[in-house]
């Protein structure tokens, strides 16, 4: 059975402080993997997608590297905001159109 | 706003009851799916619809019934669901290919009595 697991499940930091979010996953077959916020109430933004053939994806303070050798993907946030406090989500997608899903980080930067 | 709308936003229904839930995109994707999301559940693939063929049903129990008429429009058709069926229900779509990121809507909220 294909599984994702997020470490930790909820981090709390003051404003400022780099954010790193982990995820490990058990397919090594992936075609890609996605990383996504979610904030309460909402459905899902998509952050940074890392292609199979690629090992890190940037935009902006985000930051997503990709080992598929050791089944880790690994979500940095530089010098975290209040409005980074969301739940993050990492998936992989392999054979298929499907994504499996990790059970997310909840992330609360204190002002 | 991220292209893809889902209504009604909540929706709280008795177990006999039947109800429909609406997704449509305005993003020109020719994939669309449902997920459900349970409290401390990660989050569950249902349904994959590609160029309005039915292409995944994740054992999902036939009390929820899709609907794809066309590849903007997407429907999740609910009747005599359980007390366990209350969950977040979102839609996204993508073009189809292995590497394209889903778009996803904010989700129908949904109660069970």
């Known amino acids: 059975k294909q599984e994702v697991t997020q470490i930790p499940a909820a981090l709390s930091v003051p404003e400022g402080e780099n954010l790193v979010l982990n995820c490990s996953f058990t397919?090594?077959?992936?075609?890609?993997l996605q990383w996504f916020r979610q904030d309460p109430g909402k459905g899902l933004t998509s952050l940074l997608l890392?292609?199979?053939?690629?090992r890190e994806q940037t935009s902006g303070r985000l930051n997503a590297s990709l080992d598929k050798s050791s089944g880790r993907s690994t979500l940095y946030i530089a010098a975290s905001q209040p409005g980074d406090s969301a739940t993050y989500l990492c998936?992989?997608?392999?054979?298929?159109?499907?994504?499996?899903f990790g059970g997310g980080t909840r992330v609360l930067v204190k002002p | 706003e991220t292209g893809v709308t889902q209504t009604p936003r909540h929706l709280v229904m008795g177990m006999t009851n039947k109800k429909s839930l609406k997704c449509e995109q305005h993003?020109?994707?020719?994939?669309m799916y449902w997920y459900k999301q349970s409290a401390k559940k990660p989050l569950e693939l249902m349904f994959v619809?590609?160029?309005?063929?039915?292409?995944e049903n994740n054992s999902v129990p036939s009390r929820f019934s899709p609907e794809c008429p066309n590849s903007s429009h997407l429907f999740l058709h609910l009747h005599t669901l359980q007390p366990e069926d209350s969950a977040l229900y979102l839609c996204?779509?993508?073009?189809?290919?292995?590497?394209?990121?889903?778009?996803f809507g904010d989700g129908t909220r949904l109660s069970i009595l």
């Open positions: 998936a992989f997608k392999a054979a298929g159109n499907k994504l499996t």
């Open positions: 890392i292609q199979s053939s690629q």
């Open positions: 619809y590609n160029f309005k063929e039915q292409t």
């Open positions: 996204a779509s993508s073009q189809e290919g292995a590497n394209q990121p889903q778009h």
């Open positions: 993003l020109g994707h020719n994939a």
């Open positions: 397919d090594s077959a992936i075609y890609n």
